[in-house]
């Protein structure tokens, strides 16, 4: 060519110059000929011999018009003229278009191009050190390979020649032809699929929508491109123009690449003004990620070790067959925190985060819900979690299989509040500012939210968001991560069975009810922390028993339609018309009464009021059992126990002694004996003490721990007496004959009978009580007694014991009761016809026992001559004598004080308050 174009007036210089450039194409052909770039790749002869399009061919004229100042060689003219077309196309350049015949010279020179990587000097001399690197085993020179390897593991490549393979990938985007393997695959299924489609996107993109229903080998070709080029925006045309206002937006400072971009956008996906049409475009890019895990590279590149180490499927057969692959996934996500790679974990994190704000995410539950989705949730936009709460609102009707599919999903999601999507963007500020250090996983940060729930800072939207994931927590305990993983071990001892076993099917609250009533033998520490956890959520909000919610749905309706649930309030309103509610939800809330008067804690109001005194005298009982409870009832009798404190015990033994199973010793020693010798009285529960009142009737018959249980019930009904109370009503004519003046003087020489039936939640009021209240209206002789500071605790109780001491007539069953009240020595004493011959029959005994000699402690044998009287003898006459004497010195010193102590108005009590526990 260059012969052919030179001109000179010396005819004998054009063949010298001839014959020179000749020289010079022979010089070139050996060069073209010389050692390849990358020798694994195989031998070829440059195109041109120059590596460049032929310079008077089909492009001559477009050359001379755009590129006439390259020098040619290396691929520089074709780069000049495919520049040219892109310009045009994007209208960047206007005027004169490349023609239509160098075009396809221009195709068919790129797609001879792409069958060896040496054909491409600029490719082959960037990328020579990468392939040594990564690709050293591939050849092209049966069919194109290096290319192929290199663009597979393009995150690893050096820059230059990331840049170079980005260049390739761009000329397919443009022309497919212009690539061998893909064109090879795909030309015939162009034709077919494509010849009259009228998309503006060219052939290649309408290849890749008719994706499912072109040729395998052309099917492969075009996922094999997707994977490769799914790094970067820029390879994705249609994601780039509805993206690019966004990247401006969120990702100007973001280089394009190695995911960067598009992990930007996704963070900034729930920005109020992040736009639409990316946000769709974004999302059906994921979807296509998580149908075609070949598509999926970053899981693939991270996780392919732990897959072959943990789940033992390699990348290769998931790539191959459907059940490998989904359970690949299934593994990685159940045991991700037992992944030892970071990034892998890492991406299991982000497509389950993924999976719960799109159910397009999670294969198995699109796969499964598809009918119910398109039955049931048809109009509803997916995205942002809507179609998942759309299935778990027509849970009840869903198909076995899709509702098998959600729980699992709702399970798996129950983790981490990155998994919780509604709950994630409602309680976005008070994630940052209430939770801001709590570290993620393993509910923690759902757990944090919950503490705060009545927080003033938490938003309406939050709170609601809280309270909902609170509720499908208590629907089965599978969905309380932090409680199934704790009492895992113990439900299989404790409650084995209890849930269905068919797929999908919700427990319904049996478990953790089953773990309330066995959680005296809970062996993990932390079980046992969690179920009380729960218990406090069923104590604020009755939606959170889920068995209780059921049986009292209509009563619920009908009494307490006005009442807000939360803070205690539904119970309240439950209790308060326990006289009208049906059974099935009376008894309900009796169990949960039960579970309140068995742990202090579970009573919001008396632990708040007796912080102070449960430090000072119960510091260090151990809640449960009522074992705080019972301290603060042994100590309360004590001067400067707080007012507060000991008006709320009051209420909560009021209750106690209207009804047994309040009291867990009564309800847990006397079970058998209330089922043999009190049925009848236990259906009559009303709290009218009908069992306790039968139990008392039958106590000598009743087994000994029974008794114990019951002369402790009984004994504290005296000592804490109130008139017309259903279990002492029977002794209120003898407290108004031998005890004038103190009638109904309770603890703190009060009256007072049980106020209202709210539930101890919160700030509520009440006693939380099913009991009935005493009708009477207290007298003056109800009043407090203060006198000197000296309270009349008990002051009924000893006042009654007195009678019975002194052998005053008292009513029949008043003396039973009083004698049931008495220790068991006593009561056997006074149950004896002869108590001076019981006296007498006691001493012996323990003469016996000590090994002492008979007449030691007493004088035996004048009572046994018939003398009506013991006497006592020797030492132990010594040692009463000095007892009665110092009991008489002092009791004149209290005296002495008194009648000297200065008037009221000179005396200064201060008490002093301490803060709540």
């Not at 082959?124 to 040594?132: F, G, M, Q, T, Y």
């Not at 509803?380 to 809507?386: H, I, K, L």
């Not at 008070?430 to 944090?448: D, F, P, R, T, Y």
């Not at 629907?475 to 299989?492: G, I, P, T």
Request: proline share 3%.
């Amino acid at each position: 060519v260059t012969c052919y174009n030179y001109n000179s007036n010396m005819l004998i210089l054009k063949p010298l110059f001839c014959v020179l450039v000749a020289l010079l194409c022979f010089s070139n052909l050996n060069v073209s000929r010389a050692e390849p770039i990358i020798a694994s790749a195989g031998d070829v002869k440059l195109q041109n011999l120059n590596g460049d399009i032929q310079l008077d061919g089909e492009c001559a004229a477009d050359i001379k018009s755009f590129c006439d100042s390259l020098q040619p060689g290396e691929g520089r003219i074709v780069q000049c003229l495919s520049k040219r077309m892109e310009d045009l196309d994007k209208g960047n350049e206007v005027g004169k278009e490349v023609s239509k015949a160098c075009v396809q010279s221009l195709v068919l020179f790129k797609r001879e191009r792409s069958r060896n990587i040496n054909y491409d000097v600029p490719l082959a001399r960037a990328c020579k050190s990468d392939v040594e690197k990564h690709c050293a085993k591939v050849s092209d020179s049966e069919a194109p390979g290096v290319v192929l390897c290199l663009r597979s593991v393009k995150t690893k490549l050096e820059d230059k020649c990331k840049a170079e393979i980005f260049r390739t990938q761009r000329e397919i985007l443009l022309d497919f032809r212009s690539d061998f393997a893909i064109y090879d695959a795909c030309k015939d299924d162009s034709t077919k699929v494509c010849a009259s489609s009228q998309s503006d996107d060219g052939e290649f993109f309408c290849l890749q929508d008719n994706r499912q229903t072109v040729s395998d080998a052309c099917h492969d070709q075009l996922v094999r491109f997707s994977r490769d080029s799914g790094d970067d925006i820029r390879l994705n045309p249609r994601l780039h123009d509805k993206c690019d206002s966004a990247v401006n937006t969120f990702c100007k400072n973001v280089a394009p690449g190695d995911y960067r971009v598009l992990t930007c956008l996704e963070e900034n996906l729930d920005r109020q003004d992040f736009p639409t049409p990316c946000k769709v475009a974004l999302d059906d890019l994921l979807s296509q990620r998580v149908s075609n895990f070949m598509l999926n590279v970053p899981l693939r590149e991270a996780c392919a070790q732990e897959l072959l180490d943990t789940c033992g499927v390699s990348i290769e057969d998931m790539g191959s067959f459907e059940e490998l692959r989904r359970s690949g996934i299934d593994c990685l996500q159940e045991y991700r925190d037992e992944l030892r790679d970071a990034k892998c974990k890492a991406e299991v994190h982000k497509q389950m985060t993924r999976s719960a704000r799109d159910f397009r995410f999670d294969e198995v539950l699109a796969d499964s819900c598809r009918e119910d989705r398109n039955r049931y949730c048809e109009s509803v936009q997916a995205g942002s979690a809507r179609v998942i709460r759309c299935l778990e609102d027509n849970r009840a009707d869903l198909q076995s299989s899709c509702a098998a599919a959600l729980f699992d999903h709702e399970v798996r999601m129950a983790e981490d509040i990155d998994f919780n999507y509604p709950m994630k963007k409602a309680c976005a500020f008070e994630i940052g500012s209430l939770c801001k250090n709590v570290q993620q996983g393993h509910a923690k940060v759902i757990h944090c939210l919950e503490t705060f729930l009545n927080d003033p800072e938490m938003s309406r939207e939050c709170h609601d968001e809280v309270v909902r994931n609170q509720i499908q927590m208590a629907q089965d305990y599978r969905l309380n991560f932090r409680l199934k993983h704790a009492c895992s071990a113990d439900v299989d001892i404790l409650c084995p069975n209890k849930c269905s076993e068919q797929p999908g099917v919700i427990c319904g609250g049996l478990v953790l009810q089953c773990l309330q009533q066995n959680q005296a033998n809970i062996s993990k520490e932390s079980c046992k922390e969690e179920v009380l956890y729960y218990q406090l959520m069923e104590v604020s909000d009755f939606r959170n028993d889920v068995i209780l919610a059921e049986a009292c749905r209509n009563d619920v309706d009908q009494y307490c339609y006005d009442v807000t649930p939360g803070e205690g309030r539904v119970h309240t309103c439950l209790r308060f018309y326990k006289d009208k509610i049906s059974d099935e939800c009376r008894d309900e809330e009796m169990k949960l009464m039960e579970l309140e008067y068995n742990d202090i804690r579970l009573r919001p109001k008396l632990n708040k009021l007796c912080s102070e005194e449960r430090s000072i005298y119960c510091k260090g009982v151990k809640p449960g059992n009522a074992r705080v409870v019972k301290c603060l009832v042994d100590n309360m009798a004590k001067p400067n126990f707080g007012e507060d404190c000991r008006g709320e015990l009051k209420k909560r033994e009021e209750a106690v002694k209207n009804d047994y199973r309040l009291d867990l010793g009564v309800a847990s020693k006397c079970a058998a004996d209330v089922e043999d010798k009190c049925k009848a009285a236990k259906a009559k529960l009303r709290g009218t003490a009908a069992v306790l009142k039968c139990l008392v009737e039958s106590f000598n018959e009743l087994k000994e721990d029974c008794q114990t249980e019951i002369s402790r019930a009984v004994r504290m009904a005296l000592w804490n007496y109130s008139p017309a109370a259903p279990l002492t009503a029977i002794c209120d004519a003898d407290v108004e004959s031998f005890c004038p003046g103190q009638g109904g003087v309770g603890v703190g020489g009060e009256k007072e009978g049980v106020e209202g039936d709210g539930s101890d939640s919160g700030s509520g009021s009440g006693s939380g009580s099913l009991s009935s209240s005493s009708s009477s209206t207290p007298s003056s002789a109800s009043a407090r007694q203060n006198n000197n500071g000296l309270f009349t605790i008990g002051a009924i109780g000893f006042c009654l014991s007195k009678a019975l001491v002194e052998s005053k007539t008292l009513h029949g069953g008043c003396r039973h009761l009083i004698l049931t009240a008495a220790p068991k020595d006593a009561r056997t004493m006074y149950q004896s016809s002869d108590p001076i011959n019981a006296l007498y029959q006691k001493v012996v005994e323990l003469q016996k026992a000590a090994g002492l000699e008979d007449s030691t402690l007493v004088n035996l044998k004048a009572y046994a001559r018939g003398e009506n009287a013991i006497t006592l003898t020797g030492w132990f006459a010594l040692v009463c004598v000095l007892s009665l004497m110092a009991v008489v010195i002092g009791g004149g010193w209290v005296v002495f004080k008194r009648m000297t102590r200065p008037p009221a108005e000179a005396r200064t009590e201060v008490h002093v308050k301490m803060g709540d526990l």
